[in-house]
Nanobody
Framework: VQLQASGGGLVQAGGSLRLSCTASGITLSSSTMGWFRQAPGEVRTFVSARRKNGATYHENSVKGRFSISRDSAKNTVYLQMNNLRPEDTAVYYC????????????????????WGQGTLVTVSS
């Protein structure tokens, strides 16, 4: 299984970016997908997740600004990030969980079996 994350870059505060995560070796429509981020000097934290049934979950600070979607034909998951803030600056990682973790677990890294390499998002003020 390989996950290829892309779409990061430098953007001004208030701008938008769309991250992509394309999978090989696993069918994303049958999996729970998550996005995490790690700011410099900090631990990796949960951002958003999407279950195979379409249910989505978001960390409080990104609710209303970020959305997660899936293109089954392309076996790709997207993280649309709008109204970006400097505090969103981080390396963003996509991950896939083969099982069906409960809500309290899918916001942690524990149930995710495979991880992408990360893509850097930098938001300037």
């Amino acid at each position: 299984v390989q996950l290829q994350a892309s779409g990061g870059g430098l953007v001004q505060a208030g701008g938008s970016l769309r991250l992509s995560c394309t999978a090989s070796g696993i069918t994303l429509s049958s999996s729970t997908m998550g996005w995490f981020r790690q700011a410099p000097g900090e631990v990796r934290t949960f951002v958003s997740a999407r279950r195979k049934n379409g249910a989505t979950y978001h960390e409080n600070s990104v609710k209303g600004r970020f959305s997660i979607s899936r293109d089954s034909a392309k076996n790709t998951v997207y993280l649309q990030m709008n109204n970006l803030r400097p505090e969103d600056t981080a390396v963003y990682y996509c991950a896939v969980a083969g099982g069906n973790p409960i809500a309290s677990e899918l916001v942690t890294s524990r149930p995710y079996d495979y991880w992408g390499q990360g893509t850097l998002v930098t938001v300037s003020s």
